[in-house]
């Protein structure tokens, strides 16, 4: 038995990479009989079949191990760090999203760092919005796809040896532009920016992780290239109780057990520490205005959905 690291799924076979080779795999049938989903990105133990090469699917998914975290759509498993993507104009950033989406990677254990694209159009708001998640406790950064050296110096260094990491962003930000200035060795097609809808077009096909060496000898990571229009479908992945929504803002946590009353909002109540950490300027107000829209959908899930979305494979 041998482990791998799933890197591509293609018609059914698997991309296995087992040190310094790659496997093409099949997957055990009884997966189909326990809602258990081979993923992009899962360590899984290998079975060779003897008299295939690698090329000839060489091997059987005879088990997946566990996971760290996983996205439902797209399909992705053990993502170490998040490079969250945004416009700083055209088109202007929806703080709610960006919130959501860290908030959701906080809860799972995922590094989150924001880079804001097209500094050149407002550099003066691009400063603003790295000051605000800077302020919350984000690693933040602004640039412009235009510098490929700057945006390398820049992000980089956040990056671990052997992590698994992925941009996420809506279309139009440079989501793409800014994987291949960081990654030339990945070849994935842009699309054009509609002028009518300000939107770009839905390019990349299929999740896929590319093993990619750092430069300076820094060891390698795993880029993740992710289909659709942002790297996270809320609907349809695991999110949190509403009790849990302040431990994913990384401001609040200092404050958390000193308001007045022990089960505290922290949305209208009095005595609250956060909301006086807002008044004080110390909490942007975005964050919390974000925070308080999340704890109200929260509100409206059911404890039966957040159990379905924590089975699911």
Not at 115 to 142: H, I, N, Q
Not at 177 to 183: H, V
Not at 287 to 304: I, Q
Request: hydrophobic share 35%; proline share 5%; glycine share 8%.
């Amino acid at each position: 038995m041998e482990i791998g690291k799933i890197l591509r799924l293609n018609g059914g076979i698997y991309t296995v990479e087992i040190g310094s080779e790659t496997v093409l795999c099949s997957a055990k049938g009884r997966f189909r009989h326990c809602d258990i989903v081979p993923t992009v990105g899962d360590e899984v133990e290998i079975l060779r079949e003897e008299g295939k090469s690698s090329e000839e699917s060489g091997g059987v998914i005879a088990s997946v191990l566990p996971r760290k975290n996983i996205l439902i759509r797209p399909p992705l498993a053990n993502l170490d760090m998040i490079f969250v993507v945004a416009s700083v104009k055209s088109p202007d950033p929806s703080l709610l999203a960006l919130d959501k989406l860290l908030s959701v990677a906080c809860h799972n254990g995922i590094r989150a760092v924001l880079v804001f694209t097209k500094k050149e159009l407002d550099p003066e708001g691009a400063e603003k919005l790295c000051d605000t998640y800077r302020k919350a406790g984000f690693s933040a950064e602004a640039v412009t796809c235009e510098d490929p050296e700057e945006i390398a110096s820049l992000l980089i260094p956040y990056i671990k040896d052997r992590s698994v990491c992925a941009l996420a962003g809506a279309s139009g930000v440079g989501k793409s532009t800014l994987i291949q200035l960081l990654f030339p060795q990945i070849q994935t097609e842009t699309g054009d920016l509609s002028e009518k809808t300000r939107r770009g077009r839905h390019t990349t096909r299929q999740s896929i992780l590319y093993p990619i060496p750092l430069p300076k000898g820094r060891g390698s990571v795993y880029v993740a290239d992710t289909p659709g229009f942002s790297l996270l479908d809320f609907d349809k992945f695991f999110f949190m109780e509403k009790e849990d929504l302040p431990l994913s803002f990384p401001e609040f946590r200092d404050r958390l057990g000193q308001c007045k009353y022990t089960k505290c909002s922290h949305r209208k109540e009095d005595g609250c520490q956060i909301l006086e950490a807002v008044r004080r300027g110390i909490i942007p107000q975005s964050r919390h205005d974000s925070y308080t829209a999340l704890y109200e959908e929260l509100s409206k899930t059911k404890s039966w959905e957040l159990d379905k979305k924590r089975t699911r494979k």
